[in-house]
């Protein structure tokens, strides 16, 4: 991300000035799948967004969670068909670093999911995150379905609340809608944490927990 002079002549050098060609979007399994490969014990899928910041740090936190089978990161909640990272750069595009997890509901639940997001960024910040500035890093949830929208909903208070309770008086700034086009980002931005251990993966959340378990749907 462009986090100083250093960073951008990294990043405009390893980037082309479109993605057109790109090749067809692909989750990357996640390391619990790598580890112990297996059809969902659910015999089905679901797909969950999640945009809070950076999304290299981002996808770790959910790239390593037993039940979630792939992860990937792209641009979603914007208006521009096939956006480029330089397009999102520019504030113009409406999207949103995003997360695309795809997960076994049966081995973890989407409010478990929600439980990682919240405690994992500061929901407060509006269009930033930490030293990341710009609506591409807000914090956003791209629902699947009624269920997943009042689950997010209920969260969103929940946290609210717990934030207060804890002496936070900001509000929080979490945008929660219906999922739409998800524009997979450029090869080296998929698990960059992973492969880059060292690299700008600093990400951390408000200090205050989630309320409650989040363990079952």
């Known amino acids: 991300m462009m986090r ?14 479109r993605r057109d060609a790109r090749p067809a979007p692909a989750l990357q399994p996640s390391a619990a799948a ?53 397009d999102v750069g520019t504030d113009r595009t409406g999207h949103a670093e995003t997360v695309e997890v795809r997960f076994d509901p049966a081995r973890i639940s989407y409010h478990a999911l929600l439980k990682v997001f919240w405690e994992s960024h500061d929901p407060t910040q509006g269009d930033r995150q930490g030293n990341d500035v710009g609506n591409q890093y807000r914090s956003a949830i791209f629902t699947h379905g009624d269920a997943q ?57 408000i200090g205050v927990a989630y309320p409650g378990g989040a363990t079952t749907n």
Request: with cysteine.
């Open 4 to 17: 100083n002079a250093t960073w951008l002549v990294v990043l405009v050098a390893g980037c082309g000035s």
């Open 149 to 205: 929208a009042r689950a997010a909903a209920a969260s969103r208070a929940a946290y609210q609340a717990a934030l207060h309770a804890a002496g936070h008086d900001a509000a929080i700034t979490t945008e929660i809608k219906t999922a739409g086009p998800f524009y997979q980002a450029e090869a080296y931005h998929q698990q960059y944490c992973i492969k880059n251990p060292h690299g700008y993966c600093g990400h951390g959340g």
């Open 34 to 86: 790598q580890a112990a490969p297996a059809a969902p014990a659910s015999g089905r899928t679901e797909t969950a967004e999640f945009a809070m910041g950076c999304f290299w740090g981002a996808e770790e936190h959910f790239f390593h969670l037993p039940g979630v089978l792939a992860t990937r990161v792209g641009y979603a909640g914007g208006t521009m068909v096939n956006p480029s990272y330089q």
